[in-house]
């Protein structure tokens, strides 16, 4: 059974901050590329940030400087910390896992991000 859950998101004002949780269960999250996407309405999904099992991080233009992605293979959960808020950033987030050695890939159901006054 494999399951990824996130938390964390939430209404903000723009400037401020947040930090999204995956919690994984089924999967030692050290052995996967972990990354964040977020969907705005009528938009497509978009790829936000990406950790390698080797802890090498990437990022989406848009958020480069303003979010960091991180893990707690303790705890088994991958972070997104967002910082600088703008209202565009207004979307769900959904955390992803992938082992490309087995075509294995999983995907969390989502959490709402609103940035707004």
């Known amino acids: 059974q494999v399951q990824l859950v996130e938390s964390g998101g939430g209404l903000v004002q723009p400037g401020g901050s947040l930090r999204l949780s995956c919690a994984a269960s089924?999967?030692?999250?050290?052995?996967?590329?972990m990354r964040w996407y977020r969907q705005a309405p009528d938009k497509q999904r978009e790829w936000v940030a990406t950790?390698?099992?080797?802890?090498?991080?990437n990022y989406a233009d848009s958020v480069k400087g303003r979010f960091t992605i991180s893990r707690d293979n303790a705890k088994n959960t991958v972070y997104l910390q967002m910082n600088s808020l703008k209202p565009e950033d207004t979307a769900v987030y959904y955390c992803?896992?992938?082992?490309?050695?087995?075509?294995?890939?999983?995907w969390g159901q989502g959490t709402q991000v609103t940035v707004s006054s």
């Open positions: 992803n896992a992938v082992l490309t050695t087995i075509a294995a890939y999983y």
């Open positions: 089924g999967i030692r999250i050290s052995m996967y590329v």
């Open positions: 950790l390698t099992s080797g802890s090498t991080t």
